[in-house]
């Protein structure tokens, strides 16, 4: 299978004459226990794009479902659903969403925050806001480009994803580094959800739900091929995608998971992040 790149064509007109549900995922390779399988196939269609593109694909009806970033569940003027058959979380580090500072982090006063990720951006604000007492600037920063460590490179920045693992910028540069997965099970006690599968309230998703509930349970028993197979594509070593798939991260929404997303909007409700904590609605069977 080829690695999976964003930004690969929208058949929209097509898929939609046909009835064929069309899933929106992020490309990264924290996803692929929730996808591998689906890629390449008929129906449904995968597209992939960055986190924070997808709550757009969502809306505009470019997709049926979509694996949104968490605080977009808050922020939507759609009526969405959470639809509890998978979701990207960690119960402590993540390895792939970091804050890289040249200063103590309770001196930064300007963080460049990664334009990929909206809930990693959330999160930072609420880490450093109850932790560090600090609520620094920030400044969009599309990390994608070239990273650089020389003397012009920012005071902080937050990066998210395969990035974090392939194109890190170095500890020497970088000496104070805070992995918000982390600081947030410091805070809390709980995991954090970083993304869920998500639909308009109203949306037919038929059998789809199921299917990739069912995705998910199979992929659990092969992680470690999944991680053998996507490991290179995305920049990281064998061992460390096994563990990462394996034991850093979970995909099964369970109580918690729940109990961690509602907690997540209650802070980011009091800093002015989201508009409200609004109570979590679950797809359900014809709902």
Known sequence: MPPSTPGIPKPRAAVETLGVKRIGCVAYLNAKPLIEGLEGLADPVVQLDVPSALL???????VDI??????????STESLVMVPVGCIASD???HTVRLFSKTPVASIDRVHADTDSHTSVAL????LNKLHAIDPELVAF???REIGDDGDAPQAMLLIGDKVVNHAPSSKTYPYQLDLGEAWKKLTGLPFVFAVWMAKQDADLDDLPTRLGGVREANAKHIEAIADRHA???????????AYLGRV???RVGDKHLIAIARFAEEAAALGLIPEAKPIALWRVNS
């Open 232 to 242: 290179a594509a995305h920049g990281w070593e064998v061992q460390q995608a096994r």
């Open 66 to 75: 979509a694996l949104c970033p968490v605080i977009d569940y808050y922020r």
């Open 56 to 62: 757009d694909d969502l809306e505009q009806g470019e």
């Open 249 to 251: 991260l979970s995909y």
């Open 92 to 94: 402590g580090p993540t």
């Open 142 to 144: 599309d990390a994608r």
């Open 124 to 127: 930072l604000r609420v880490v």
